[in-house]
């Protein structure tokens, strides 16, 4: 309401200024609820970025390893196996990764080889739980460097030196996983 208007006033006046009257409130109650909703819809973006960042970081979350994109991969690499199809990847439990070993290359599909990888933590899924991940890469004329994007099985065990058709298999848990 303007300043030095009352309900006093209003009453000796006419129809149409009094509607002149609260229109003018009416606009200016409008600006301020615009405003209000302005400043909760900027609290909230700025609480999302801030729960993004602190929810992603902390003891929970291994430092991801330093190599270089591009680098081939060979065995007894310090690894990080992280990411996935989806923005938050069920198999990573809320993590960004896991850092690991990669121990050997074995027979995977068709002609290439699969990578075997032992990560320094147990990763546990609804369907499997163990340190063992035996990642298979998804794209076809792909090689094993830093950035490669593979299929991930789970195992608790070793896996055998065979072909993918003749050795037991672990949990698949992701299509596209991401390995540097």
């Given at each position: 309401?303007k300043?030095?208007?009352n309900?006093?006033?209003?009453?000796?006046?006419s129809?149409?200024?009094l509607?002149a009257?609260l229109?003018d409130d009416?606009?200016?109650?409008?600006?301020?609820?615009?405003?209000k909703i302005?400043q909760?819809?900027?609290?909230?973006?700025?609480?999302s970025?801030l729960y993004?960042?602190?929810?992603r970081?902390g003891?929970?979350v291994?430092?991801?390893?330093d190599?270089p994109?591009?680098?081939?991969?060979?065995?007894?690499?310090?690894v990080?196996?992280?990411?996935?199809?989806?923005?938050?990847?069920?198999w990573l439990?809320?993590r960004?990764g896991?850092?690991?070993?990669?121990?050997?290359?074995?027979?995977?599909?068709n002609?290439?080889?699969?990578a075997v990888?032992?990560?320094?933590?147990r990763?546990?899924?609804?369907?499997?739980?163990?340190?063992?991940?035996i990642?298979?890469?998804r794209?076809?004329?792909?090689?094993w460097?830093?950035?490669?994007?593979?299929?991930?099985?789970?195992?608790?065990?070793?896996?055998?030196?065979?072909?993918w058709?003749d050795?037991?298999?672990?949990?698949?848990?992701e299509?596209?996983?991401?390995?540097?």
């Amino acid at each position: 309401m303007k300043e030095g208007r009352n309900i006093d006033e209003r009453q000796g006046c006419s129809n149409s200024t009094l509607q002149a009257i609260l229109w003018d409130d009416c606009k200016e109650n409008k600006q301020t609820v615009c405003m209000k909703i302005g400043q909760v819809i900027l609290i909230i973006i700025v609480a999302s970025i801030l729960y993004f960042f602190f929810t992603r970081s902390g003891d929970r979350v291994p430092a991801p390893i330093d190599m270089p994109e591009g680098k081939p991969l060979k065995e007894g690499d310090r690894v990080f196996v992280h990411g996935g199809y989806s923005m938050r990847p069920e198999w990573l439990n809320g993590r960004i990764g896991y850092e690991g070993t990669l121990e050997r290359f074995i027979p995977g599909q068709n002609n290439t080889l699969s990578a075997v990888i032992r990560t320094d933590e147990r990763v546990t899924t609804k369907e499997e739980s163990g340190h063992i991940l035996i990642m298979s890469l998804r794209y076809e004329g792909a090689s094993w460097q830093s950035g490669a994007v593979a299929h991930i099985e789970l195992c608790d065990f070793e896996p055998d030196s065979t072909h993918w058709q003749d050795r037991r298999k672990g949990a698949w848990v992701e299509a596209a996983a991401s390995i540097r």
